[in-house]
């Protein structure tokens, strides 16, 4: 069977929607599928990441297009991250599927909706898209949002009447390793001690929340012993703003880029500061306790409801960190805070999701 993905990376788009694909694409290559991708090599781009994992990537140039379109709202918002207009984008895309006549085509793209899917029909047999705002119409064979507290009712009118709709966390599309860590990771979270903090505010980070982070910490009360990790992406355009702040703060503060053990990484904190979006499953799974901070409004509503389940601490906007992280920090120090949060999260995803849709697509050979 094949597969043919088409998602975009980039310093305005982060790194969230080719993650995901790559997540479900590892899991259908373990099925023996055979996986492509068709990417934009925007600014921030993830194509060598793509092609180091053994995925072919036919690439897309970037010709200094800007969305000039008079729409308003959130489509209009996202059209200017696609590099072209949705015509454009389908005839590239087009010329490439023509030749491969893929089975499933897998679109992860806010700036794409309808009359992308609709032009390019006749390339593939069946469509899936995953998306999260519920803003725009689709048509396809099966729709994937894994937000909490998002119900299939959010797509009614928004998609053909015979979609196979995926609403829910269960669907969440976690690498395996999620999956294996958790128990190991949910046996050690019985205590309120900050020992050790993971920060983690995505690959780009473009507004450096993790500096503002580094700094609120300095005026927390922290064990002498407590550690602090950073993580951020090699593209990172504060990394080396970041490395200078963490050599000067109060508690052993190490950074890391481009790591590939991050499951493991956040097995073993006792707290993570992290960015909303993809990776608060992966901290759910894990039953990490986390204080997330919003940094991009397509977030706040799965963020909110993360907030409402109580399976985090919820910083509105990067603006906000300097004056409610410390207070953030001292709710969580109370005796019993972060085993209750974690055992909040940890029943909002599993960590099975990726397998849940493999099942769906029907390439469960088991």
């Known amino acids: 069977m094949k597969v043919v993905f088409r998602s975009d990376a980039s310093l305005k788009i982060g790194s969230g929607h080719v993650m995901r694909c790559l997540t479900l694409a590892d ?46 709202g959130l489509q209009a918002t996202y059209a200017g991250w696609l590099g072209a207009t949705q015509a454009q984008d389908a005839a590239k895309c087009s010329e490439i599927l023509a030749q491969m006549a893929p089975d499933w085509l897998v679109v992860d793209h806010y700036a794409l909706d309808v009359e992308w899917e609709a032009s390019l029909r006749k390339n593939f047999s069946r469509l ?93 009360s922290l064990p002498r012993e407590c550690t602090i990790s950073v993580i951020m992406g090699l593209k990172a355009p504060f990394l080396t703003d970041v490395i200078g702040l963490a050599a000067q703060m109060p508690w052993l503060t190490k950074v890391h880029s481009n790591v590939a053990d991050m499951g493991e990484r956040m097995a073993v904190a006792d707290l993570v500061i992290g960015a909303a979006g993809s990776t608060s499953w992966e901290r759910c799974c894990l039953g990490v306790p986390t204080i997330m901070v919003v940094l991009a409004d397509n977030q706040v509503s799965g963020a909110c409801a993360l907030r409402q389940s109580g399976g985090v601490v919820l910083i509105e906007h990067a603006d906000k960190i300097l004056e409610q992280l410390p207070h953030a920090m001292r709710s969580l120090s109370v005796d019993g805070a972060l085993k209750k949060m974690s055992d909040i999260a940890s029943q909002i995803v599993d960590g099975l999701g990726a397998q849940r849709v493999i099942r769906n697509m029907s390439f469960d050979n088991d």
């Open 128 to 220: 899936l898209v995953i998306d999260d705002l519920a803003n725009r119409r689709h048509e396809c064979d099966m729709l994937v949002d894994h937000n909490l507290g998002h119900t299939k009712s959010d797509y009614a009118g928004l998609v053909n009447a015979n979609c196979d709709l995926l609403i829910g966390t269960q669907y969440a599309l976690l690498r395996p390793e999620f999956a294996r860590l958790r128990a190991l990771s949910l046996s050690r979270r019985r205590t309120s001690q900050f020992r050790h903090i993971l920060i983690t505010m995505g690959g780009v980070d473009q507004f450096n929340a993790t500096g503002a982070i580094l700094e609120a910490l300095t005026s927390c």
């Open 27 to 72: 899991a259908l290559k373990a099925k023996n599928a055979e996986c492509h991708f068709i990417c934009r090599e925007h600014p921030g781009h993830l194509l060598d990441l793509i092609r180091n994992k053994g995925f072919n990537v036919h690439s897309l140039s970037v010709n200094g297009f800007s969305s000039t379109q008079d729409s308003i």
